[in-house]
């Protein structure tokens, strides 16, 4: 365990509370889904949650408060390295205002807010306006083995397998090698990282060696820039964070380049952050939808505000606005030859921070049917609106879940997919921080009510055959209460 999440007096405090009140949301946790096993007599999952993020975490929590107990998650990095903010973030601050909630289940012990007061001290909350990332991404792993989730960590799944009974089995790889999991539901949790793919600009030809240059998106050690000299493609908060990781480094000189001759300065997905419109969004009508979406991704987030101070007052970054790239070669003595717009420019190090793709119909583990999902590619956007990327996103049922283009595959509806790709049936922003007070709750109900619906007959033929008596008569009163 990181020593981060070692505990203080007054969270070894918090947790005792938490484990000891357990039995009061306890009456609906009772399992109930009918259980099945394969032809070797194994159990089969009722639900099987790809990615240990903040959604499958509390997609996961949420079901078994509701009596849905066989679940496991699955995530391909090794323990406390799962979720994006423990993985290639580089911010030292979240965007999320730091009050905002969604995994508590109704118990606010199980707040982000209560885990850091009791972790840090009270004083220390006061004065945040921002989640600091590390600090949230302990609580997220804090917040699983609290409720010790079951997580199978170092699981990357390769495919899913539709099968002729209506289950699936799961092909994953493993460091022991491939191995199956069946179940009868399956939740993508990958959240907004999901379905996304490094972004290149068309014209910038990259002719570098592979050690001079990388990808935002890419592990890099920053402890080999001291004292080297590090340029960066991109305006949005990766390109800031980058260069605020590299001058902590010790980088001898920073240097930022983008096409846009002005940074942007409004976050038009803060204005969404209401209940009204993080509830109602998946209710407006598809055009109103589809403007919404298509503006969140034509409009570019400014860098957040404590990205900007992190770096702005450094001596040794420089600005280039209004500066695009056109190549990137080798240059002397192992460093880079950058074509800019406004010429040629030297570093020892070239990263680009162009963000990614969302192609959500793309992604490996669902190639042998996605044909048969339902997409937006028969919409008809609105007049100037036009987006191919849209088209290609699925088109979601009301829990997330796939839709099939032809009744006969109703099967994909046991399949739901949390992601940017869900952005036009519940927008994209009800899948990051801000978004999960409901995303959890829609989520969690439409897995259960699935479950329940797969095996309707059964729980009515249980329920008409009922007959556990609840009044006990004594002996002596039997014949007084009742006639012949």
Same mark, same amino acid.
């Given at each position: 365990?990181?020593?981060?999440?070692?505990?203080?007096?007054?969270?070894?405090?918090?947790?005792?509370?938490? @484990?000891?009140?357990?039995?009061?949301?306890?009456?609906?946790?009772?399992?109930?889904?009918?259980?099945?096993?394969?032809?070797?007599?194994?159990?089969?999952?009722?639900?099987?949650?790809?990615?240990?993020?903040?959604?499958?975490?509390?997609? +996961?929590?949420?079901?078994? +408060?509701?009596?849905?107990?066989?679940?496991?998650?699955?995530?391909?990095? $090794?323990?406390?390295?799962?979720?994006?903010?423990?993985?290639?973030?580089?911010?030292?601050?979240?965007r999320t205002p730091k009050d905002l909630c969604g995994?508590?289940?109704?118990?606010?012990?199980?707040?982000?807010?209560?885990?850091?007061?009791?972790?840090?001290?009270?004083?220390?909350?006061?004065?945040?306006?921002?989640?600091?990332?590390?600090?949230?991404?302990?609580?997220?792993?804090?917040?699983?083995?609290?409720?010790?989730?079951?997580?199978?960590?170092?699981?990357?799944?390769?495919?899913?397998?539709?099968?002729p009974d209506q289950t699936f089995n799961l092909h994953?790889?493993?460091?022991?090698?491939?191995?199956?999991?069946? +179940?009868?539901?399956?939740?993508?949790?990958?959240?907004?990282?999901?379905?996304?793919?490094?972004?290149?600009?068309?014209?910038?030809?990259?002719?570098?060696?592979?050690?001079?240059?990388?990808?935002?998106?890419?592990?890099?050690?920053?402890?080999?820039?001291?004292?080297?000299?590090?340029?960066?493609?991109?305006?949005?908060?990766?390109?800031?964070?980058?260069?605020?990781?590299?001058?902590?480094?010790?980088?001898?000189? #920073?240097?930022?380049?983008?096409?846009?001759?002005?940074?942007?300065? #409004?976050?038009?997905?803060?204005?969404?952050?209401?209940?009204? %419109?993080?509830?109602?969004?998946?209710?407006? $009508?598809?055009?109103?939808?589809?403007?919404i979406l298509k503006r969140l991704i034509d409009i570019?987030?400014?860098?957040?505000?404590?990205?900007?101070?992190?770096?702005?007052?450094?001596?040794?970054?420089?600005?280039? $606005?209004?500066?695009?790239?056109?190549?990137?070669?080798?240059?002397?003595?192992?460093?880079?030859?950058?074509?800019?717009?406004?010429?040629?420019?030297?570093?020892?190090?070239?990263?680009?921070?162009?963000?990614?793709?969302?192609?959500? %119909?793309? @992604?490996?583990?669902?190639?042998?049917?996605?044909?048969?999902?339902?997409?937006?590619?028969?919409?008809?956007?609105?007049?100037?609106?036009?987006?191919?990327?849209?088209?290609?996103?699925?088109?979601?049922?009301?829990?997330?879940?796939?839709?099939?283009?032809?009744?006969?595959?109703?099967?994909? @509806?046991?399949?739901?997919?949390?992601?940017?790709?869900?952005?036009?049936?519940?927008?994209?922003?009800?899948?990051?921080?801000?978004?999960?007070?409901?995303?959890?709750?829609?989520?969690?109900?439409?897995?259960?009510?699935?479950?329940?619906?797969?095996?309707?007959?059964?729980?009515?033929?249980?329920?008409?055959?009922?007959?556990?008596?609840?009044?006990?008569?004594?002996?002596?009163?039997?014949? @007084?209460?009742?006639?012949?």
């Amino acid at each position: 365990m990181p020593s981060s999440l070692s505990a203080t007096p007054a969270l070894k405090r918090l947790e005792e509370e938490i @484990r000891s009140d357990r039995d009061v949301f306890s009456y609906y946790a009772k399992p109930w889904v009918r259980p099945y096993a394969d032809e070797t007599g194994q159990p089969i999952l009722d639900v099987a949650i790809i990615g240990a993020g903040q959604n499958g975490l509390g997609c +996961c929590y949420s079901l078994r +408060c509701e009596g849905v107990t066989r679940i496991q998650i699955f995530d391909q990095n $090794p323990q406390y390295q799962n979720g994006n903010f423990a993985q290639y973030t580089r911010m030292n601050f979240l965007r999320t205002p730091k009050d905002l909630c969604g995994l508590e289940r109704g118990d606010p012990r199980l707040s982000f807010q209560r885990y850091y007061k009791a972790r840090y001290g009270a004083e220390a909350w006061e004065p945040l306006k921002q989640s600091p990332r590390a600090a949230f991404a302990d609580y997220l792993h804090w917040y699983s083995e609290l409720l010790e989730l079951p997580i199978s960590y170092q699981h990357r799944l390769k495919t899913i397998e539709p099968l002729p009974d209506q289950t699936f089995n799961l092909h994953f790889e493993t460091p022991d090698g491939s191995m199956i999991q069946r +179940c009868r539901t399956v939740v993508l949790a990958g959240g907004s990282s999901a379905d996304q793919y490094k972004n290149f600009p068309n014209a910038l030809s990259i002719k570098a060696s592979p050690e001079r240059w990388a990808h935002g998106g890419d592990s890099i050690d920053f402890q080999t820039f001291q004292g080297k000299r590090v340029s960066i493609l991109g305006h949005g908060a990766g390109a800031f964070d980058l260069a605020g990781t590299a001058l902590e480094a010790g980088a001898a000189a #920073v240097d930022i380049f983008y096409r846009r001759k002005k940074i942007p300065l #409004v976050n038009p997905r803060r204005h969404l952050e209401n209940a009204g %419109m993080m509830a109602g969004f998946k209710d407006l $009508p598809p055009d109103d939808r589809w403007k919404i979406l298509k503006r969140l991704i034509d409009i570019d987030q400014p860098p957040p505000q404590k990205a900007f101070e992190r770096i702005y007052q450094h001596p040794a970054l420089s600005i280039h $606005p209004g500066t695009n790239w056109s190549s990137i070669e080798d240059g002397e003595e192992g460093g880079v030859t950058i074509e800019t717009s406004s010429g040629p420019h030297e570093s020892d190090f070239a990263i680009l921070a162009t963000g990614f793709k969302r192609k959500p %119909m793309e @992604r490996s583990d669902i190639q042998s049917f996605s044909q048969k999902i339902r997409t937006w590619e028969s919409y008809q956007a609105p007049d100037g609106y036009e987006d191919a990327g849209i088209s290609a996103f699925p088109d979601l049922g009301p829990a997330f879940e796939f839709q099939p283009k032809d009744e006969k595959d109703g099967w994909l @509806r046991q399949i739901f997919n949390v992601s940017f790709g869900s952005g036009m049936n519940h927008g994209s922003h009800i899948v990051s921080v801000s978004g999960l007070q409901f995303t959890i709750p829609r989520l969690s109900s439409g897995i259960r009510d699935r479950l329940f619906l797969l095996d309707a007959d059964y729980y009515v033929k249980t329920a008409l055959a009922f007959d556990e008596a609840e009044l006990q008569l004594p002996a002596d009163q039997v014949d @007084r209460f009742n006639a012949d």
